[in-house]
Structure formats: structure tokens, C-alpha cells
T-cell receptor, first 114, second 114 residues
């Protein structure tokens, strides 16, 4: 069964550094998402992406965050200057069509900012 | 603003028991509701998706129901097994934003004892 793939599984970085989290969504899916889960808290929506542009973003997704689909397969989340509070599990998800279709999640990247 | 609540936060049962996990949401204007399983430190595995027009969905030993008007969903697990031990997350896709985004509950941590 096709799956969403995320790399790396764990990334450690120092405060103020830039990080790029990578995702390969399921190949025929058209909608892409990033969510995050701070340890012990709910999974939270960050951003959705469709037709090569952001379709929606949450309050969390400020100017420090950006997303890109640089080619036909990858979908990346960049954090320009990491803060301690960015430490979380970041999940990429994709869905084949609009809001009536299920989201398929990757295994996540655990980001630790020291 | 949509809020999703899951009760109980944790549940421990002996192997073989049937059990019910509860999910409630505050705004009935939803596209659908999705149940996920999360193993420690891992991603989200989609279990069942119930569209807003449906009352229930079944997959193997799992049955999920939806009562949109009262803002409730249940996940029924029959004949529980130790391998069912995980955190179960409920998420609603509501009408907020351009295409609706998943809003998660905090989850129910299930432990099935052999």
C-alpha cells in the first residue's frame, strides 16, 4: 500500500539554525499538509498546500515557516530560525482530493531544538 | 471554534474485552470524522473515516459510529488484543477555512493486558 514518507526520522538542531523537513506524499495525491504534535499535546494543523500554493495556514505558521514543492514528488517544511518551542513531532500528510477524502500521515520527524 | 474531546484519557482492559472509546465535538458543521491509531513515537495510522452523511463504518473488529447532531462519535473495539494497545485519536474535518482541516482530540491511551 502506498505511504507517505518523511525524512529524517529525528533531527537535532541548535536554536537559531535553519531546518528543512522532507516528505514524499503518495504519488497521485493532490493535497498536502503539515501538522505538529508537541510532546503530550494535541496534533495541531500548520498548513495545507494545493496546486502549488498554500491554501490555508494556522496562527502557528508564522514568517519563520515556509513550505515548498520543489519537484513533482517532494514536499518540504522549512523553519528559518528554530526556537526551543519548535521542538515537536512534525507530521506530513496527503489526501487524493478535497475535504471528503481521508488524510494519510507519515511517521513523522522528531525535531529537537537545543 | 471547534473543540474535540476524548474520554477517557486512558483505559486499561484485560484481553478479550469489548470496549468503547468516546469522542465529542462542539460544532456539527463537519465534512467527516476520522479515527487514527498512534503507537508511541510513531505516526498516525488511519483506522476509519465516517462522512457526515453516514452513521457508522466498520473495519474488522472496529466499528465507528457518528451522531452529528449531538456531536458524538464512538469507536467500538471487539475482542481486544494486546496488539491493540496504542493511543486512539479522533479528528473532525470541519467547514472552517478553505477546505476544512483536521482538528484533533487529545486521544485515549488504551492498554490491553494479556
Amino acid at each position: 500500500e502506498p505511504e507517505v514518507t518523511q525524512t529524517p526520522s529525528h533531527q537535532v538542531t541548535q536554536m537559531g539554525q535553519e531546518v528543512i523537513l522532507r516528505c514524499v506524499p503518495i504519488s497521485n495525491h493532490l493535497y498536502f499538509y503539515w501538522y505538529r504534535q508537541i510532546l503530550g499535546q494535541k496534533v495541531e494543523f500548520l498548513v495545507s498546500f494545493y496546486n502549488n500554493e498554500i491554501s490555508e495556514k494556522s496562527e502557528i505558521f508564522d514568517d519563520q515557516f515556509s513550505v515548498e514543492r520543489p519537484d513533482g514528488s517532494n514536499f518540504t517544511l522549512k523553519i528559518r530560525s528554530t526556537k526551543l518551542e519548535d521542538s515537536a513531532m512534525y507530521f506530513c500528510a496527503s489526501s487524493p482530493s478535497g475535504p471528503n477524502s481521508p488524510l494519510h500521515f507519515g511517521n513523522g520527524t522528531r525535531l529537537t531544538v537545543t | 471554534k471547534q473543540e474535540v474531546t476524548q474520554i477517557p484519557a486512558a483505559l486499561s482492559v484485560p484481553e478479550g474485552e469489548n470496549l468503547v472509546l468516546n469522542c465529542s465535538f462542539t460544532d456539527s458543521a463537519i465534512y467527516n470524522l476520522q479515527w487514527f491509531r498512534q503507537d508511541p513515537g510513531k505516526g498516525l495510522t488511519s483506522l476509519l473515516l465516517i462522512q457526515s452523511s453516514q452513521r457508522e463504518q466498520t473495519s474488522g473488529r472496529l466499528n465507528a459510529s457518528l451522531d452529528k447532531s449531538s456531536g458524538r462519535s464512538t469507536l467500538y473495539i471487539a475482542a481486544s488484543q494486546p496488539g491493540d494497545s496504542a493511543t486512539y485519536l479522533c479528528a473532525v474535518r470541519d467547514y472552517g477555512g478553505s477546505q476544512g482541516n483536521l482538528i484533533f482530540g487529545k486521544g485515549t491511551k488504551l492498554s490491553v493486558k494479556p
